[in-house]
C-alpha cells in the first residue's frame, strides 16, 4: 500500500488558512466531507471536537499529523493542508508549522493507519519532500509528490522491536500517594505491579488513582454511593493515600509477549479499547508498550 493510495486532489485543501492545529483539522475534515470520504460528518466532527489525540504527530518543523480512529468514515483516508502562513500547535505555541495531515480511519483498521501515520511522518521529515509540498501550486501537484507513491508501509514488525525495556514499574506494598506522585514525576499513566522477582501481579493506573483519591464526598455527592474504607485505610486513619497499591491494583491485565507481531497489537487496541501493555516473558514483566510506543516506532522504521 502506498501513501497515495489514501489520498487524492478532492482531499488536498490548497491554501489552508488556520491559525492552530485544530482549526486547520476541522477544515480539513470539512474537505473530506465535501469530498464525499466520510459516511456520518456530524460524528467526524464531533470526534475532533472533543478527543483531540493525545498522540498527535509533530514532524519537527515540518508538518503536524492529526489522526483519529472512528466509525464516522468507511476506510482509511487521509487529507493534506499546505498553509501561506505558520500555524501554531495550542500544545505548545512556540511549534509552528504549514503542513498539517488528517488521517482517519475505523478501528477495525488499526493496524493499517497506525503504518500510515508513521509513513507521513518519515515522509515529511525529509527536508526535500516539504520543499517539494510548500511548492505545489495545485492539488494534483500534491498528490503527484513522487515520496507519496515511493514509500513502502513497515511490516513484520514484532512487540520485541517496539516496546520499551525500561520498564518503570511500581512494589505491591507502595502507598497510592506514592504512586501518584511517582506517575506525575515521570510522566507515566500506567505502571505494572510486580513482586520482588519482577513477576507481575497487577496495574495501577490513572483509573484506579482516581477511584480512591477522589474524596469520598464527591463520590456520595454524584452517585450517592458510600465506600467502606479499606483495612489498610482504616488502620491509616481514613487517609486514601495511605492505601496499599495491591488493595487498589487492576488484576486483571491484558499483556503481550515479545513475539506477537505489530497487526495482533493493532488490533487489540481496536478491539480492547487499551493503548498500554506490559510485555512479560514467563510471568516477568520485561517490556512495557504503547499507542504512542507504536507511532514513534513507525516513525523512524526504515
Given at each position: 500500500m502506498k501513501l497515495s493510495d489514501v489520498l487524492a486532489t478532492g482531499h488536498v485543501l490548497l491554501p489552508l488558512r488556520a491559525a492552530t492545529v485544530k482549526e486547520a483539522?476541522?477544515?480539513?475534515a470539512d474537505r473530506l466531507v465535501a469530498a464525499g470520504a466520510v459516511a456520518e460528518p456530524q460524528r467526524l466532527l464531533a470526534?475532533?471536537?472533543?478527543?483531540?489525540?493525545?498522540?498527535?504527530?509533530?514532524?519537527?518543523?515540518?508538518?503536524?499529523?492529526p489522526h483519529f480512529r472512528t466509525e464516522a468514515v468507511r476506510g482509511l483516508v487521509a487529507a493534506v493542508g499546505i498553509a501561506p502562513a505558520p500555524i501554531r500547535w495550542e500544545k505548545d505555541p512556540h511549534r509552528t508549522a504549514r503542513i498539517v495531515v488528517l488521517i482517519v480511519?475505523?478501528?477495525r483498521e488499526t493496524p493499517t493507519y497506525l503504518q500510515v501515520v508513521g509513513a507521513f511522518a518519515r515522509t515529511l521529515?525529509?527536508?526535500?519532500?516539504?520543499?517539494?509540498?510548500?511548492a505545489a501550486k495545485s492539488a494534483e501537484q500534491v498528490v503527484q509528490l513522487p515520496a507519496l507513491a515511493a514509500i513502502e508501509l513497515p511490516s513484520?514488525?514484532?512487540?520485541?522491536?517496539?516496546?520499551?525495556?525500561?520498564v518503570r514499574t511500581i512494589?505491591?506494598?507502595?502507598?497510592?500517594?506514592?504512586?501518584?506522585?511517582?506517575?506525575?514525576?515521570?510522566?507515566?499513566?500506567?505502571?505494572?505491579?510486580?513482586?520482588?522477582?519482577?513477576?507481575?501481579?497487577?496495574?495501577?493506573?490513572h483509573r484506579e488513582l482516581l477511584r480512591f483519591l477522589i474524596p469520598d464526598y464527591l463520590q456520595r455527592t454524584k452517585s450517592g454511593e458510600f465506600r467502606a474504607?479499606?483495612?489498610?485505610?482504616?488502620?491509616?486513619?481514613g487517609d486514601p493515600k495511605q492505601i496499599l497499591v495491591k488493595e487498589a491494583m487492576a488484576r486483571a491485565v491484558l499483556c503481550l509477549s515479545e513475539d506477537q507481531t505489530l497487526t495482533d497489537v493493532a488490533n487489540l487496541i481496536s478491539a480492547k479499547d487499551v493503548d498500554r501493555f506490559p510485555v512479560v516473558r514467563e510471568g516477568v514483566v520485561v517490556g512495557?508498550?504503547?499507542?504512542?510506543?507504536l507511532i514513534r516506532r513507525l516513525i523512524i522504521a526504515p
Open positions: 483539522t476541522e477544515q480539513l470526534v475532533i471536537k472533543h478527543a483531540w489525540p493525545e498522540d498527535m504527530v509533530s514532524v519537527g518543523e515540518h508538518a503536524f499529523l480511519a475505523p478501528p521529515s525529509s527536508p526535500a519532500n516539504v520543499l517539494a509540498l510548500l513484520h514488525l514484532t512487540v520485541r522491536d517496539v516496546m520499551t525495556t525500561r512494589g505491591p506494598e507502595e502507598t497510592l500517594g506514592g504512586a501518584a506522585r511517582y506517575m506525575v514525576e515521570h510522566d507515566v499513566r500506567a505502571l505494572p505491579v510486580v513482586d520482588d522477582a519482577g513477576s507481575l501481579l497487577g496495574m495501577i493506573t474504607p479499606t483495612k489498610t485505610q482504616a488502620q491509616r486513619g512495557f508498550l504503547t499507542r504512542a510506543d
